[in-house]
């Protein structure tokens, strides 16, 4: 049995389950402003098979579902941590930075005239895109390589190297808190206002993933991975 059923309205699944966007996404399905139709209508609308689509929306609702990780992060090696990281929070947020910008875009295009603050979420969210895009460059690209160059053969050199680099990210980390914590403030904890769109929702609820992921890899970084070379 579907966990989903075809008298929801598009916007309702699409609350529930924010991921449903990317299989309405594939079979053009309007769930922003036709958000108000049910899933039945919609189907039927477009000579869709309903037992496809509700097969799709279970696998994504399957996806979504966070198990319980019985992990103990510190007893990891730094290796196995940065794989961790870069396989879990770097790619969450890869996939999830493009999408928000499109719907807070579009969102400040449409309700920017009756809320004016939405202008400010633009400009906040992009520097945190920008600040995060360069951010896991270099952890990428100079930090996470020099940390296993270490671990393999360590030295002094490669030492000072990971210090320098480490102090420069800890401190990105607290930039990036900063803007987090003020989008908080100026969305009202992500609250939706009354006359808000499915599209509305989305983008507040995809902030707050982002939100809660990026506390979770600042986490294992500042507070696990970095102690190791204090």
């Known amino acids: ?58 696998e994504a609702y399957e996806t979504t579902k966070k198990s319980i990780n019985s992990v103990d992060f510190r007893t990891l090696p730094s290796a196995d941590l940065i794989d961790y990281i870069l396989n879990t929070h770097h790619s969450f947020a890869k996939r999830i930075l493009p999408s928000i910008s499109e719907y807070i875009t579009k969102i400040l295009s449409v309700h920017g005239v009756n809320h004016e603050e939405l202008f400010k979420v633009h400009k906040l969210f992009h520097s945190l895109k920008t600040e995060l895009e360069q951010h896991f460059i270099k952890e990428e690209e100079i930090l996470f390589p020099v940390i296993k160059q270490y671990d393999a053969k360590p030295s002094e050199e490669l030492l000072d190297k990971i210090k320098k680099v480490m102090q420069e990210t800890e ?59 204090e």
């Open 171 to 229: 401190d990105e980390h607290d930039g990036a808190g900063d803007i987090l914590k003020e989008l908080r403030k100026i969305t009202k904890d992500y609250s939706v206002p009354d006359d808000g769109c499915t599209t509305f929702r989305l983008a507040y609820q995809q902030l707050q993933e982002l939100e809660a992921d990026l506390f979770e890899h600042i986490h294992l970084e500042n507070n696990i991975l970095f102690k190791r070379f």
């Open 1 to 58: 049995m579907s966990i989903f059923n075809t008298a929801q309205t598009l916007g309702e699944i699409v609350s529930i389950m924010p991921k449903a966007s990317e299989v309405f996404k594939v079979y053009q399905i309007d769930f922003c402003c036709g958000g108000n139709r049910s899933l039945e209508l919609a189907i039927k609308e477009q000579n869709l098979d309903q037992e496809e689509i509700l097969l799709k929306l279970d």
